[in-house]
């Protein structure tokens, strides 16, 4: 039996870096997962790799529309949803005073709005069944605030608080879902290679901690902890995993 053996397990942005990781954990363990992107060959290419009954979906975390369609064709293929990894995300470099309203909006459309869309619709339809794990891709930048990524730390500070509120809201409300923020430091995936903005400068510049940087295997670990039973305990909880660089005086 795998630590997730039968459960369907929806992952937003798969189709690279942490989600494909995520993805490819869930499905060794026994998930059926479904990989979604906004680029859906990338899903489709994942959910090829990982097996194990995976299929792939474009979704455009912002997109209510898309939530809502994503949803329904879960529910009408396997009648149930017992995991939602929102990991999708976008990074913009540039502080307070370089970050424009519209790319302000932009990021925390994908990140804010898409974390908040993914827990709405997925809470309903884990609720059909036996309940769920929610777990939400926040960062350390939740935690710090980095200045150079002003509106990311901003969009992640959502998302760690958001967890937060459902967490409380599911158990008043005497739901079976438990939800948690995952707040990983530099991790080498695409985004800490490339990053929009002013002057392209890597984003792992100055926040990688010594040493070999993080694998997305090592916060697939962890992911794949929260999903499963073992963690049932784990609720409205932020787990930190960057190799001790916010503790650093
Ligand atoms: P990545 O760039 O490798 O992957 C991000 C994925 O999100 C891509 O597949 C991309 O197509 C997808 N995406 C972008 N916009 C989308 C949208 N509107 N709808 C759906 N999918 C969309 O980056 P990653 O490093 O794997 O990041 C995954 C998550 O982990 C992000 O939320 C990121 O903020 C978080 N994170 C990453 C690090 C790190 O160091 N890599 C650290 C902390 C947190």
Redesign the pocket.
């Known amino acids: 039996m795998g630590r997730v053996e039968g459960k369907v397990a929806l992952v937003?942005?798969?189709?690279?870096?942490?989600?494909?990781?995520d993805s490819e954990a869930l499905a060794a363990e026994g998930a059926i997962v479904v990989v979604?992107?906004?680029?859906q060959e990338?899903?489709q290419a994942v959910a090829d790799r990982i097996g194990g009954g995976a299929i792939a979906l474009a979704?455009?975390?912002?997109?209510e529309e898309q939530w809502q369609s994503v949803m329904a064709e879960i529910k009408a293929k396997f009648g149930r949803l017992d995991i939602l990894v929102?990991?999708?995300?976008?990074?913009l470099n540039a502080d307070v005073e370089d970050t424009s309203l519209e790319k302000f909006r932009w990021v925390n459309?994908?990140?804010t709005d898409?974390v908040f869309l993914g827990m709405k619709y997925a809470i309903p339809l884990m609720n059909e069944n036996d309940g769920g794990s929610i777990i939400n891709?926040?960062?350390?930048?939740a935690l710090l605030g980095y200045p150079i990524f002003f509106a990311?730390s901003a969009a992640?500070g959502a998302v760690r608080s958001m967890t937060k509120s459902v967490a409380v809201m599911c158990q008043e409300k005497g739901y079976k879902i438990r939800c948690n923020s995952?707040?990983?430091?530099?991790?080498?995936?695409?985004?800490?290679q490339t990053a929009e903005g002013r002057d392209a400068q890597p984003?792992?510049e100055g926040?990688l901690p010594p040493g070999t940087?993080?694998a997305?295997k090592d916060?697939a670990a962890l992911v794949l902890y929260l999903a499963s039973d073992e963690s049932r305990f784990v609720n409205g909880a932020e787990l930190v995993i960057d190799n001790g660089v916010t503790i650093r005086p």
């Open positions: 937003t942005g798969g189709g690279s870096g942490l989600g494909a990781a979604t992107d906004v680029k990338t899903a979704l455009d975390v912002s997109s929102n990991n999708a995300g976008v990074v459309a994908i990140m898409g891709m926040s960062s350390t930048g990311y992640k995952v707040h990983p430091g530099a991790i080498e995936t695409p985004m800490v984003v792992a926040v940087p993080g997305p916060v």
